[in-house]
């Protein structure tokens, strides 16, 4: 690890990552250099950000929607009683269980490729380092994710990236997969239709993504066509978020409009060279995960051999929407309850939807927990990928 002085120079400039500087990421505001690229102590600092009460009462809140979610909510939905559904998955062959794996591992060595292309320089084994040690933590905080956040700060700068470049990678990366979390209901909705399988109550949440979806690709067209058309949506914008700050007590508004002139100057030199290459990698990456959904479907077998592959593709759509409510860790609870119940409505028995989505969820959330501990020892361990801040930047190259 590099170290940039000690005593009370080790404090950081305004340049420097960690400095508590407005214009700085608040997860390494108040950090000194060397604080600033160990991901324990951002991940402390930031959960010490909050005061031990509210910690506490988000952890309760949290756990209380989980402990009514899965003991009265999901028996409601699936009519099925634990212990059948463990029957369900039970009954893999080891076959299964290894294919089923392999497409978990190829999906997640499918996303480094985004953030490979978000953050140039970084390696495909370091993408997939800090992407499980990120989502470990995000996985079990209760309103973690910008725990999570900060842990991908420090990991990134420990490897020699500048703050711009991580703060980029995050909001582009993030980007993509909003556009593709609102693009994919829509596509689901257009081919249930399009085989007369649609359902009346998945119109309204669709046609809201829709609206969503064009609004938010709207902006981005604004935004990144001249300094002039970004200027007017950051006005418009802030008219806004004036009131909305005003309504819940904030001392101060963000600027939105030298936000967006300040992401578009950061932004538009990765986007031009890499926009169709992230692009590829969000859907390779989406589609992935939606064909693990489809095996543990067929997998569990009896009782699912009705769900074609376009009903589970609407359910795993409508699902990935719910993984972003910020109440319990990943949408934990939601998403099982929202695919469970899109797969019932589409003709699969209560027992064998259940267990195929819990089999699917085993894996892209469970086993992100004990796979992103041993990332976390990586980390720890590779001192041969441990740079200086800033010296593993890359150009913006085709």
């Known amino acids: 690890m590099t170290s940039t002085g000690g005593g009370a120079d080790d404090s950081l400039p305004p340049e420097h990552p960690g400095h508590d500087d407005p214009e700085g990421p608040s997860v390494l505001s108040g950090l000194t250099a060397d604080e ?10 930031e959960l010490h950000r909050k005061s031990t009460r509210r910690r506490v009462i988000e952890g309760l809140v949290s756990l209380a929607a989980v402990a009514l979610i899965f003991v009265f909510v999901l028996p409601a939905v699936t009519g099925s009683h634990y212990s059948e559904i463990w029957h369900e998955i039970s009954k893999l062959s080891w076959v299964w269980v290894l294919g089923l794996t392999s497409i978990w591992l190829v999906g997640m060595l ?5 953030l490979t292309n978000s953050l140039p320089g970084l ?8 992407n499980f040690a990120g989502s470990a933590v995000s996985n079990v905080v209760p309103f973690g994710g910008a725990v999570g956040v900060g ?6 700068l420990s490897w020699g990236f500048s703050v711009p470049r991580v703060t980029l990678s995050i909001l582009v990366s993030g980007v993509w997969n909003v556009f593709a979390k609102l693009f994919m209901p829509v596509v689901a909705l257009g081919l249930l239709i399009a085989t007369g399988r649609a359902t009346g109550h998945l119109l309204v949440p669709t046609l809201i993504g829709l609206v969503a979806l064009i609004g938010a690709a709207v902006v981005l067209v ?7 058309l970004a200027t007017k949506v950051g006005m418009l914008a802030q008219r806004v978020v004036d009131p909305v700050c005003r309504w819940l007590r904030r001392s101060s508004a963000p600027d939105v409009t030298t936000g967006l002139l300040e992401f578009r100057h950061n932004s538009i030199g990765l986007l031009r060279t890499h926009w169709l290459r992230l692009t590829v990698w969000v859907v390779v990456y989406n589609v992935i995960q939606f064909l693990l959904l489809l095996a543990c479907v067929r997998a569990v077998g009896e009782g699912a051999e009705q769900l074609g592959w376009i009903e589970v593709f609407a359910a795993f759509s409508f699902a990935r929407l719910l993984e972003t409510i910020p109440l ?11 695919a469970v119940a899109a797969l019932i409505g589409f003709g699969g028995s209560d027992a064998a939807s259940a267990a195929a989505v819990f089999l699917f969820r085993g894996f892209t959330y469970l086993a992100e927990i004990p796979v992103g501990a041993g990332a976390w020892v990586v980390w720890a361990t590779r001192r041969s990928w441990r740079r200086p801040v800033g010296s593993a930047d890359r150009p913006f190259a085709t």
């Open 36 to 45: 600033a690229i160990d991901p324990m102590a951002v991940v402390g600092h």
């Open 110 to 114: 499918a996303y480094t490729g985004v």
């Open 123 to 130: 390696t495909h084994p370091q993408a997939l380092t800090v």
């Open 151 to 156: 842990a991908t700060y420090a990991i990134d």
């Open 222 to 228: 604004l935004v990144m066509s001249s300094e002039i």
């Open 328 to 338: 319990t860790p990943s949408g934990v609870g939601f998403v099982e309850t929202g």
